[in-house]
């Protein structure tokens, strides 16, 4: 349960290095249905400390991410609060102070070793790792003495702050998803805290910034667990470990075949995007596919990240934004990897294409119509076309495919499906058919249905073998909604008039 004295705030601290991986849309889903379910605040905080990682366009790509899921923090570098600065960098100031008061403190030390000198270390021992092995040999103020150092200070020779793990301890905490994690101190090494040109890493950043932001749950993924204990050292060594939030790591979505975290490249070798929005990179300009493009709707994107680790403890897999809200819970987390299945996530995109109003997705529709160079009225007509065949469609891009019919006849018609089994009297029933409908006065798919029924049995032809030639005359193939529901949406005189075309190239030699 969550410490109920303490107000819910959780954050989600991306670095802007690259598009945002479903993993990351997940992370921010759950903090933010977490927040909403207890009345706190989700605040989006930007981790750009490593500038040798920045890439220009990435932080915005992460904003119009989560205002495309629906996700927007309370918190952040766009809409500012009261702990404000939200981007790292912008907060440079801050981190000092505690790498100093650390090494003050005895926690961390001055460590002056040169690029060059550690990657003869490296060279020297493969497995090379800065720590309590071997820091007692390396240039650091552990070794120096203390004039020494300040004689190194003053003369502004580059030295990065490290944290002295301890020996031969063990590092206990307790997650939310894992319960009780333990880390053996002597397999930690001394990670930087402060680096060269005064910027703080990510370790130092993200302690003292969860401190000063008052968070109160810290949800990331799990391959930030290794990190873990050098951060509850350093929780401890600043004084504020009854501050500590709570951790909950959230665990990988993982390939689809096989195992390990799902990654881009799975989705380029098996077809489908693992980034929320396409991604294109500034300097190669490559494009990564996203789920947006692709034509899924946010809310089912949304529903579907849910479900890759939690789940309600019933078979319930639609779920509203309201209703995962009130239903999450970090107890329904599950400890094992994801399978991400794109057959699933399909799946969920046609449920919610089908139960969607179509004003909920024309304009969404015709947009994608309009990029490629298709022009339909948005009109009454085009609303029913949609309504007869939102049922059909797994993305939004699938409706050209499934009802171009609806606006072009059609220029070729699938004859092999027809032509073996076509007969003088199945063109002698259209044609008497093509004069029944032509006095009607209704044209309702059910009366249509009967009087076509009819006919057939006037006739001595069984109706079943004249629907699928009916089918491929009105909508070119195999395919498509109930064929009588085409007739009436086309109308009676485009009916009839394709009707007529039809029998021509089915006569055809
Ligand atoms: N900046 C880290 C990232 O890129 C944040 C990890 C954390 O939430 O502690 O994911």
Redesign the pocket.
Known sequence: MPDITKKVRV?????P?GGLHLG?VR?VLFNYLFARKHGGDFILRI?DTDQSRYVEGAEQYILDCLAWCGLNPDEGPQNGGPYAPYRQSERKDNYRKYAEQLVHDGYAYYAFDTPAELDEQRQKFPNFRYGHENRDDLRNSLNLSQEETQALLEQEVPYVIRIKVPVDDTVHFYDMIRGDVSFDTNLVDDKVLLKADGMPT?HLA?VVDDYLMKISH????EE?LP?APVHILLWEYLGWKADMPHWVHLPLILKPDGNGKLSKRDGDRLGFPVYAMNWKDPKSEEITRGFREMGYLPEAFVNMLALLGWNDGTEQEIFSMEELIEKFSIERVSKAGAKFDFEKAKWFNHEYIKKNQVSGIKNQVLEILKAKDIHVQDNEYFDKVLETVKERMTFLQDFWDQASFFFEQPAVYDLNAVKPKWSDAKTEYFKELIKTWEGRKEWEALNLETVFKTLAEEKDLKPGELMLPFRVMLVGGKFGPGVFDIAVLLGKEETIQRIGKAIIAFTEE
């Open positions: 954050r989600f601290a991306p670095s290095t990351g992370t981790e990510y993200v810290a949800f990331r993924g930030w990190s």
